[in-house]
């Protein structure tokens, strides 16, 4: 067979088998003290010995450049002797996960479009799917980990929030479907996650497990409807959620449920594409099986892909152990490593295999990264279009003359966690032109008291970056933000309200809004969105003569 060729996978051993389903974790960065999470991402050595000697199948990338992502993907390929899928949580655009390239805001966003028109909504869903296959085949990656079909009916889920298409069925299934849509323009996988449904939450899986109680009716008008839509709109890959459904499994989360897994998503709803995990090392599966029982039980309950388990060597002898002793047949195995040969065959187009013909000193690799894919102008121009269409704003922020003081108080969940702040993103240098000086603040650590920060004759523009992220374990605004937001409104020392991220957090908080301030709601953190919203409420002095009292909403 070439490098990059499909062997027959019964002349594989049974540890080679096993190891094609597994995906394992490394960062995209090149070097090993660049890794953010280096207790979940493997060193270049233990990397290059999974792909390599192992023969795994898989590799999820996690920051870096794009550049960076694409020297890093033709690394791996270069090293195995199977043709790897290689895959990323891209759900808002290849630029959310790799510096440079076009970073979408959530897809909420476009439920808010679908509001009011949902064809316009349905053709930008299109368009981001399309622009974030075309990035990703661009840097290498064959895999995206998207879109996320959760209805995220309860405003306290704290790990689905904004990353789903809106809170209900009917608009979640055609997004998502005209995301899938777009993105099959180009040779890749697309995935439908988290089965059967993560929307109706209040616990964040990646720490605990969640507990779905509602009836099957419920169930399958709500959580299930837009699973369906995603299998008939040919879906590659369904990743599979770590929570419990009690009328379907009363027992074992979904993950490691045959119940689930083989009954209801196979045979029920008729999927045949590759089944995947959601991450093994977290909270939900991890804290009660372990590793090992944990891979064993998802490959019974009819998984195909296991993702990032915590010892992929482990994990390979546990499943070969599991096969030895007819604990898991060796045609279930079989079946596995088929499904996952149709899907390296579907974006085999896109990697480069060698004719057999052909010296080695003949083969011209693709340069690491195709530039002219990133970034385009009618990606950043749809980009462009979304954010205006889904910003929310009114009023104008008055400019204070150069003798008066005001803040621009920046309240952020994690900074240490921000990559979208710096002096020179808007939400920092735009207020401070208009006479507020940028102070910022870490909700979760910040020691300075209330009275250090809303001084009494100080007006003061409140910008806050807030939304449901997997780890964080609440979905809502944080006590300091929540109670810094009362202080001002009370002592009517807001200049303005600017809200970057979740609507969740955004709403409550109008209710107490004074009428008289002036407000700011985007979907999106990125100096894109920021400058977009922040355009409406600082305008140059110029046209401040010409817009007076123009309001929008």
Not at 73 to 91: K, T
Not at 320 to 332: H, I, K, L, N
Not at 439 to 444: E, F, I, K, M, W
Request: glycine share 6%.
């Amino acid at each position: 067979m070439t490098r990059l060729g499909l062997p027959d996978p019964e002349t594989l051993s049974l540890a080679a088998q096993v190891a094609q389903l597994i995906t394992v974790r490394a960062s995209g960065f090149l070097f090993d003290h660049q890794r953010r999470y280096p207790q979940w991402e493997l060193s270049t050595a233990d990397l290059r010995h999974c792909v390599e000697d192992l023969g795994i199948g898989g590799v999820i990338l996690l920051g870096g450049s794009a550049a960076e992502v694409g020297v890093r993907s033709q690394q791996l390929q270069s090293w195995a002797e199977i043709s790897l899928l290689l895959a990323a949580d891209i759900e808002e655009g290849v630029g959310q996960r790799f510096a440079g390239a076009t970073h979408f805001p959530p897809p909420m966003a476009l439920a808010a479009i679908a509001q009011h028109d949902l064809a316009l909504a349905c053709e930008y869903a299109q368009q981001m799917g399309a622009f974030t296959a075309q990035e990703a085949t661009a840097i290498g990656l064959n895999w995206i980990l998207a879109p996320v079909v959760d209805v995220n009916n309860n405003a306290d889920n704290p790990v689905i929030n904004v990353r789903a298409f809106g809170e209900t069925p009917d608009v979640v299934g055609q997004l998502s479907q005209a995301f899938i849509q777009g993105a099959q323009q180009w040779p890749l996988l697309t995935t439908a996650k988290h089965f059967p449904g993560h929307g109706d939450t209040a616990v964040d899986s990646h720490l605990q497990l969640p507990v779905i109680p509602h009836d099957y009716q419920r169930l399958d008008q709500v959580e299930l409807a837009p699973f369906r839509t995603a299998i008939a709109s040919g879906v590659d890959a369904v990743m599979t959620a770590h929570l419990q459904v009690p009328v379907v499994d009363p027992q074992l989360p979904a993950t490691l449920s045959p119940a689930i897994l083989t009954r209801l998503l196979r045979q029920d709803m008729g999927f045949d594409g590759l089944v995947v995990t959601d991450a093994l090392i977290m909270g939900a599966i991890a804290n009660q099986y372990g590793p090992y029982e944990a891979a064993v039980l998802a490959i019974e309950a009819g998984a195909d892909i296991l993702l990032m388990p915590a010892d992929p060597a482990g994990t390979i002898e546990a499943v070969c152990e599991a096969v030895r002793t007819r604990r898991v047949a060796p045609e279930r195995l079989l079946t596995s490593v088929e499904r996952v040969w149709r899907a390296k065959q579907k974006v085999s187009s896109g990697l480069t295999i060698p004719p057999a013909a052909c010296h080695a000193w003949e083969h011209v690799p693709l340069p690491p990264v195709q530039l002219e894919g990133l970034a385009t102008p009618p990606a950043r121009q749809t980009l462009a279009q979304i954010l205006q269409a889904s910003t929310q704003r009114r009023g104008q922020i008055v400019s204070l003359p150069a003798a008066t003081k005001g803040q621009s108080l920046v309240i952020v969940d994690d900074v240490l966690n921000t990559d979208w702040l710096s002096p020179h993103a808007p939400a920092i240098a735009r207020p401070a032109q208009s006479g507020y000086q940028a102070r910022l603040v870490d909700a979760q650590v910040c020691s300075v008291s209330f009275e250090q920060l809303v001084q009494s004759d100080q007006p003061t523009v409140l910008q806050l970056f807030s939304r449901g992220n997997p780890f964080r374990g609440c979905a809502g605004l944080s006590d300091y933000a929540r109670q810094c937001f009362e202080q001002l409104n009370a002592r009517q020392l807001l200049a303005g309200l600017i809200v970057y991220g979740s609507p969740y957090v955004f709403e409550p908080l109008m209710a107490q809004l004074l009428a008289t301030v002036p407000y700011g709601f985007t979907y999106s953190q990125t100096p894109e969105g920021q400058a977009v919203v922040l355009a409406q409420l600082f305008l140059p002095a110029a046209a401040k003569s010409a817009r007076q009292g123009a309001f929008t909403d």
